[in-house]
């Protein structure tokens, strides 16, 4: 039987050459057979083989792109893995570098953490480092182990690369000396830049310059004697030595040390003992007192900069005795110059003057015997003694200093009053600070007169006369009465200003930002005007007088026309409403004035002011 007589046998040459060789071909065969068991939609034999023959190609072709786009995709996955192999190889290769430079940056910060613990370094004060700061660090003995040449002759190249590699050493937050505190990262900074070379250099020669110096003294020291002489050449050189003390280097500083401290107790201990003991045996009352304070003055122990003691031990223990036997002295010649004084002042007398005497006798304790008080106990209870005599001869005196401050006709005859029988501290006690209060009062009498156009004292009913001010009208108010309002006016602006001030020297305010601007406006004036925050003293009236007055249309009281010139001491601003318009505008201004049951007031504004 032919292999075409049986159903789904007949297939194209192809087709049966590669049906059991490609699995893929299994679909193809089974389209062709599905298509074969349709005869509904197959017209011919021809028909059906192209149908079959298109269904295969289209198979084989699908077949054929699959194939490529699993090739391409195992292509591109062993790509991929090759990248990703040779970037892991990259990654690690600058791990490994970056390790390498880590190490080599440790070593190298190693180095340098080496040149700043190799001494200690020079104290100093501030973020800028000293002169004797830098020098110690570049000083031959510290800067070659480390840098294997002189800083003198560095280039500035190699500068360079140290300043680099100390700023990668520091670098936050990785460089292994970030925490290096900012002082000695300053230090490090200021010794190895390059463009602070010159003024390294500079500081250099200055240290080694103090280093020889300290050499030169110290060796000078060992050949003195104890004589007044070579201990005032000691002196000397412990000064000189001071001044260099702080650029030289630690072994000259204790080279010196150790010599003069021999020289201290070899030359110095044995002339301040005799010299305590000449002073001791000749000290009589102030020019003795005199003497034993110079003397003690020497004994005072020296220090360097850096807080070494200068004197040895003994030296020390030495003048510390020295200074008890002085005192003692001292104590015994205050207390018989305490005596003296106190019968000075029990014979002052009573009243006016007793506060004349008084004054010259202050005068001359200030300066005799206060500059030895601090030092000297019986001196230093004289004042309390004289305070307390001072406030009963007050008492005595003051309806008498009231009566004449009272008399007086100008402000400069009463200073002359005061300073001829108050002191300052009067004011601290009950009597005096009731004549100081008259003395004020009297001095704004004085200025009131000055503003009226006024001279001399006012008699008690002053006759009239052409240039006198015009009399106030019935029920007007006079020139007197309205200069005393402005003037209260003008007490109250000051008060207010003076109020305001010193509760902006409290400091600032968190919460109030507006009250900030306030102050800072208020202290910039203040410091403008008078140069000082202190409280302002109420301004004074140059100049008043009244024009007239007529009766307030509509209103009670009378509107006046007066003349104003104040001295500029207030701020407008921080016055009030009343005080600012005395202070700025014309120097003629207007007023309402009303006499009420307690007096006259002045309105400017809605308040009055009685």
């Not at 292509?75 to 991929?80: E, K, V």
């Not at 007490?491 to 968190?510: E, I, W, Y």
Request: proline fraction near 6%; glycine fraction near 6%.
């Amino acid at each position: 039987m032919s292999p075409c007589s049986l159903p789904g046998r007949c297939l194209p040459q192809p087709l049966r050459r590669s049906r059991a060789g490609a699995p893929w071909l299994r679909a193809v065969l089974a389209v062709a057979l599905l298509s074969i068991a349709l005869p509904t939609f197959a017209a011919t034999d021809a028909d059906v083989q192209r149908a079959v023959q298109r269904a295969a190609d289209q198979a084989v072709r699908q077949a054929k792109q699959q194939q490529a786009r699993a090739e391409r995709e195992e292509r591109q996955r062993a790509a991929q893995a090759e990248r990703e192999a040779r970037q892991r190889q990259a990654q690690a290769q600058r791990e490994a570098n970056a390790q390498a430079r880590q190490e080599t940056l440790a070593r190298s910060c190693a180095s340098l953490q080496a040149w700043v613990d190799a001494e200690p370094i020079p104290f100093y004060t501030g973020h800028r480092p000293s002169e004797a700061a830098i020098a110690a660090m570049l000083r031959d003995a510290r800067f070659v182990p480390i840098f294997g040449q002189r800083y003198d002759e560095m280039d500035r190249q190699t500068l360079q690369q140290l300043a680099q590699g100390a700023s990668r050493c520091f670098a936050v937050p990785n460089g292994p000396l970030a925490a290096l505190p900012a002082r000695e990262k300053q230090l490090v900074n200021s010794a190895l830049a390059p463009g602070q070379q010159p003024a390294n250099l500079q500081h250099l020669a200055r240290a080694r310059e103090a280093d020889a110096t300290l050499l030169r003294l110290a060796s000078a020291a060992t050949g003195l004697q104890p004589t007044e002489p070579d201990a005032q050449r000691l002196l000397a050189m412990e000064r000189e030595g001071e001044a260099v003390f702080a650029m030289a280097a630690q072994a000259a500083r204790e080279r010196f040390l150790a010599d003069l401290r021999a020289a201290d107790t070899a030359v110095a201990v044995p002339v301040l003992a005799a010299a305590v003991d000449q002073a001791l045996a000749s000290a009589q009352g102030l020019d003795g007192l005199q003497a034993l304070a110079t003397l003690a003055h020497r004994q005072q122990a020296g220090f360097m900069p850096a807080g070494e003691r200068l004197q040895s031990t003994e030296g020390v223990q030495a003048r510390a005795e020295n200074l008890r036997r002085i005192q003692q002295r001292m104590d015994a010649i205050g207390e018989a110059l305490a005596a003296t004084e106190r019968q000075r002042i029990d014979a002052l007398g009573e009243g006016a003057v007793a506060l004349e005497q008084g004054v010259r006798w202050h005068a001359d304790y200030l300066q005799r015997l206060q500059p030895y008080a601090a030092r000297v106990e019986p001196l230093a209870g004289l004042l309390p003694y004289f305070t307390q005599k001072r406030e009963q001869a007050l008492a005595q005196a003051r309806e008498t200093l009231q009566r004449q401050a009272a008399g007086t006709a100008s402000h400069e005859e009463l200073h002359g009053l005061q300073a001829r029988y108050l002191l300052p501290q009067d004011q601290q006690t009950v009597p005096g600070m009731a004549i100081l209060t008259a003395f004020t009062a009297q001095a704004q009498a004085v200025d009131k007169r000055i503003a009226l156009g006024r001279s001399g004292v006012e008699p008690e009913q002053p006759a009239p006369s052409k240039q006198a001010a015009p009399q106030a009208a019935a029920g007007e108010p006079s020139e007197d009465v309205m200069y005393d309002l402005v003037r209260s006016v003008l007490d109250t602006g000051t008060r207010r200003q003076n109020a305001l001030m010193a509760g902006c020297l409290d400091g600032p305010r968190t919460h109030d930002p507006a009250m900030n601007q306030v102050c800072l406006a208020t202290m910039l004036y203040a410091g403008v005007t008078s140069g000082t925050w202190e409280p302002a003293p109420p301004p004074k009236i140059l100049a008043f007088e009244k024009i007239g007055c007529a009766p307030a249309l509509g209103q009670a009281g009378y509107q006046c026309d007066y003349r104003l010139a104040v001295e500029k001491r207030l701020n407008p601003a921080l016055v009030g409403p009343e005080a600012q318009r005395l202070l700025e505008g014309a120097s003629l201004k207007q007023a309402r004035f009303i006499e009420g049951r307690n007096g006259w007031m002045m309105i400017y504004t809605d308040e009055a002011v009685q």
